[in-house]
Each structure stands twice: as structure tokens, then as C-alpha cells.
């Protein structure tokens, strides 16, 4: 069965600490995306990052990086020296292409809270 | 602008009401979703058109009714909902062209439903 776990249900750091959110997912397809997304007081869901299964490379977007390992069946965001604008639940999510309708499976979201 | 828009963006309903989520894609999207997401759970999955064709529906109650009469158009037609149905109701959009790669959806700010 697919089932997406983050472990961390609220997280809260002064701002400029480097914070990682975790992610770990569990599915039987080889083929398989992963997604963050990020959703913020106005409610919507803002995509950050997709990775398909194939592609173990790391990547880094400004403050943002991302830390997939197969091995452990892990998805990792790290945030560097967070800012109070980086406050909202993050959410982790896992897609099979051979779901018709590209069905997203999340997590359960972490809350993250950048103080001052 | 994130691409989908959903009216209203709050609803107090009483619970023998008929009343009427809309959400519109102006991203060229062929595929739309509605999800649901309630106070400390994850975001649940309810209706996914792809190509204006039902694909899937995870065992919701028959009072929440979606209708999708275009690629761009997904309303969602509540009657007689219940307390517990109370939750922010999210609506995406992707591109599915089935079989293929997927890819990320779009989401947009959501209706924040209350049942009295």
C-alpha cells in the first residue's frame, strides 16, 4: 500500500536556523514521484519540488534542498537559515503513474513555525 | 494567481441547505481534483475527473456531488451535510495525459466550509 509518513508534526526554530522536514513513503512501484508542497495561512497548496524515482540527485533551490534516498525511502527538505516567511505546513507527497488521474497520496503535513 | 481559482472562499451552510463549491483551472489542465482537509489529518482524496471523465471516487457520501462539465470546471454540489463535514475543500488541476509521465498538480486557495 502507498502511505507517506512525516513523523514531525510541528517544528518551531528562530529564524536563520537551518531546519529539515522528513519525509518517508512506502509504495511497491519502482516508478513513482515525489512532491512538496507548501501551504501557507492563505490556505492554498504552492508546489516547491517534484522528483521522479529515478533521479536520486539532490537538488538545491536558493534556501531550499531536498534530500532523496531510495535506500531508506526517504524525501528530505531542508530549509536554510529560515525566515519568519517560511512559516506554514509543509506537506510530502507521493504519486504512482499508473494511477490514472495522477492521484496524490500526502502526508500528514508538518507545521513549521519561524520565530523572530 | 496560482492558476485555479475556487469560489467562495468561505461558506457557513446549515445542514438542510443546497448549496454549490466552484472551482476554475486556467492552466490548460486536463485533469481535476476535489481533496478534502480536515483539522489534523491528512489531505483525503474525493473525486478525480480526468478529461472530463470520472476516474475515481473514494467512497464519498452521496451528499457531496461533483460535476465537471468542462476541462476547466469542477463544482462540487453539497446537500444535507452533516457537522462533521466541516473542513477546508481543495480543488487541483494537472496534466494527465494517462499512462504518461504526470505531472504536478495545481491547487488553489481552497473553501473553508463550516456545517451548522
New interface residues.
Given amino acids: 500500500a502507498q502511505k507517506?509518513t512525516q513523523a514531525q508534526t510541528e517544528i518551531s526554530v528562530v529564524e536563520k536556523e537551518d531546519v529539515t522536514l522528513d519525509c518517508v513513503y512506502e509504495t511497491r512501484d519502482t516508478t513513482y514521484?515525489l512532491?512538496w508542497?507548501k501551504q501557507p495561512p492563505?490556505?492554498?497548496?504552492?508546489?516547491l519540488i517534484?522528483r521522479?524515482s529515478f533521479d536520486e540527485q539532490n537538488e538545491i533551490s536558493g534556501r531550499y534542498s531536498w534530500n532523496f534516498q531510495k535506500s531508506t525511502s526517504s524525501f528530505n527538505f531542508t530549509i536554510t537559515a529560515s525566515q519568519v516567511v517560511d512559516s506554514a505546513v509543509y506537506?510530502c507527497a507521493l504519486?504512482e503513474?499508473?494511477n490514472?488521474?495522477?492521484?496524490?497520496i500526502?502526508?500528514?503535513?508538518t507545521e513549521l513555525s519561524v520565530k523572530p | 494567481e496560482?492558476g485555479?481559482t475556487q469560489t467562495p472562499?468561505h461558506l457557513v451552510m446549515g445542514m438542510t441547505n443546497k448549496k454549490s463549491l466552484k472551482c476554475e483551472q486556467h492552466l490548460g489542465h486536463n485533469?481535476m481534483?476535489w481533496y478534502k482537509q480536515s483539522a489534523?489529518?491528512?489531505?483525503e482524496?474525493m473525486f478525480?475527473?480526468?478529461l472530463e471523465e470520472r476516474?475515481?471516487n473514494n467512497s464519498v457520501p452521496s451528499r457531496f456531488s461533483p460535476e465537471c462539465p468542462n476541462s476547466s470546471h469542477l463544482f462540487l454540489h453539497l446537500h444535507t451535510l452533516q457537522p462533521e463535514d466541516s473542513a477546508?475543500y481543495?480543488c487541483?488541476s494537472?496534466q494527465?495525459p494517462?499512462?504518461?509521465?504526470?505531472?504536478?498538480?495545481?491547487?488553489?486557495?481552497?473553501t473553508?466550509l463550516t456545517v451548522v
Fill in positions: 507517506v514521484y512532491f508542497y492563505s490556505g492554498e497548496l504552492v508546489f517534484r521522479n506537506f504519486s503513474p499508473h490514472q488521474g495522477g492521484k496524490l500526502f502526508g500528514q503535513g | 496560482t485555479v472562499r485533469a481534483y489534523k489529518k491528512p489531505l482524496l478525480v475527473y480526468s476516474v475515481e477546508l481543495l487541483a494537472s494527465d494517462s499512462g504518461g509521465l504526470k505531472t504536478e498538480a495545481f491547487f488553489g486557495q481552497g473553508r
